[in-house]
């Protein structure tokens, strides 16, 4: 163990690495039941649903041991959506078996990466992003989960006069929410190993109690399901035929233009989605050097590169690494045994997945909004008296991360501030190649976005 991934130069122990791979795993737990129903819609979900489990072990054990972070990844929320209700529900509206095309897609995507990361275009984006938007990234990161906690477990909701507002708060997931948060934040302060992840057990159990004697009401079409495992339904690996190599070059070679759209917008949401997410990770690990740059960046990206390439053979999404990463490193987790960890229970869940789909939103939602708070700590070093441009692609990325619900939105309004803001300032020549290419990119996809919506 020592050997393959250093644990005491990281100060780290083997049962702390465990705890975290659990906790990591119990925190992103959630996609192996909202991918099925996501792509579900356009394919078969029990195919996308091995797809997942396995796609995500495979891309999660090379981050381990290729990059030695703990990072896992999965099929990309937001990513997956796109996938379905925009690619193949819209754009590809009448076509036959649309999903074939998409998964077509995601796999030049995932090739497209694989190329990239070979010849360090990916890592090079990450080390020339400034190191004050990148304090900002880990900040907006935060804020960012914590609103994915808040709102699973209905404390925040949908709301037609001020978009969002508060859910009822006598209600049981907001209760059950609370008092995880407070046990979570009680042993934190105790030092307790393991906090996070007890945590999410303790207010599981609460809420299985809850249900049992009546207060937890199971209500499917207000999507609360019971809360308690039930191995009723036999393991059936059938639906694999369904998903597995499923792609449709026939079609490509028909619709070029059409094609590489598809193929550039899921290049550019995975890309920018995976460097703010590894770049907010690894800060609150204090994996960054004393440049701000990230050791070995490099493999983390062919990770990704290489999940999205399976994924799209066995049938899911992109692959990307997963912001819940930080609920592990916030439990003590800083090498790849952490990763191989989660990964090993991504498989361990194709047969005990009526144990892991049973573990509510509402439980793991402390988790995201407690180590929400421990990455907004990055806002102290955000300089905000600085640069001009600096200050404003920080205070941009933060805010437009969350209030767009995308991280990539926010690095892409970041970095288009903080060049602009270059140039007018008359110091142009702070600008890196390749930052002016990140920008004129950025640019493009403005303008496909503009495009879109006339």
Not at 44 to 63: D, H, R, Y
Not at 226 to 231: E, G, N
Request: aromatic letters at 12%.
């Amino acid at each position: 163990m020592e050997k393959i991934f250093h644990l005491k130069e990281y100060g780290t122990t083997v049962k702390t690495e465990i705890l975290a791979g659990l906790t990591t795993f119990l925190s992103m737990a959630y996609i192996l039941a909202v991918n099925p129903n996501i792509l579900g819609s356009v394919m078969n979900s029990n195919g996308v649903f091995l797809a997942t489990a396995i796609t995500s072990a495979i891309a999660t054990f090379i981050m381990g041991f290729l990059a030695n972070y703990p990072i896992a990844l999965s099929a990309g929320m937001g990513l997956n959506a796109y996938f379905a209700y925009t690619v193949c529900m819209t754009d590809l509206a009448g076509e036959a078996e649309p999903f074939r095309i998409a998964l077509t897609a995601v796999l030049v995507e995932g090739i497209i990466f694989i190329i990239m990361s070979l010849f360090r275009f990916r890592e090079k984006i990450v080390n020339s992003i400034p190191s004050n938007l990148k304090y900002a990234i880990s900040t907006g990161i935060g804020l960012f989960i914590a609103f994915i906690g808040l709102n699973s477990a209905g404390v925040v909701v949908p709301d037609d006069s001020t978009t969002i507002a508060m859910g009822d708060i006598s209600s049981p997931t907001v209760v059950l929410f609370l008092f995880g948060f407070i046990i979570i934040a009680i042993l934190s302060h105790f030092r307790f190993k393991g906090a996070i992840l007890l945590g999410i057990i303790i207010t599981w159990g609460l809420g299985m109690l809850a249900e049992l004697i009546g207060w937890y009401m199971v209500d499917p079409d207000s999507e609360a399901y019971t809360l308690i495992p039930a191995f009723t339904n036999a393991l059936d690996f059938t639906g694999l035929k369904e998903t597995a190599f499923k792609f449709n070059f026939s079609w490509v070679f028909d619709h070029i233009i059409q094609f590489i759209a598809i193929v550039f917008s899921f290049l550019f949401m995975d890309l920018f989605d995976t460097v703010g997410t590894v770049v907010g990770v690894a800060d609150k690990a204090n994996l960054l050097d004393e440049k701000g740059n990230l050791p070995r960046v490099g493999r983390v990206f062919l990770a990704d590169a290489i999940g999205t390439t399976v994924g799209a053979c066995l049938g899911t999404s992109t692959v990307s690494s997963y912001v819940e990463s930080s609920t592990g490193v916030a439990a003590g987790g800083r090498t790849g045994l952490t990763a191989i960890t989660t990964g090993v229970l991504f498989l361990l869940s194709i047969f005990l997945s009526p144990v892991f789909l049973a573990v509510p939103g509402f439980a793991t939602a402390p988790a995201l909004v407690y180590v929400g708070m421990l990455m907004f700590s990055s806002c102290k070093k955000i300089e905000f008296d600085g640069d001009i441009a600096n200050t404003v692609s920080a205070y941009l990325a933060i805010i437009m991360m969350v209030l767009t619900y995308s991280i990539a939105n926010g690095i892409m309004f970041g970095i288009l501030s903080w060049v602009i803001l270059k140039i007018c300032t008359k110091k142009i020549k702070d600008v890196s190649p390749i930052m002016a290419v990140i920008f004129i990119l950025f640019v493009l996809r403005i303008v496909s976005l503009v495009t879109s919506f006339q």
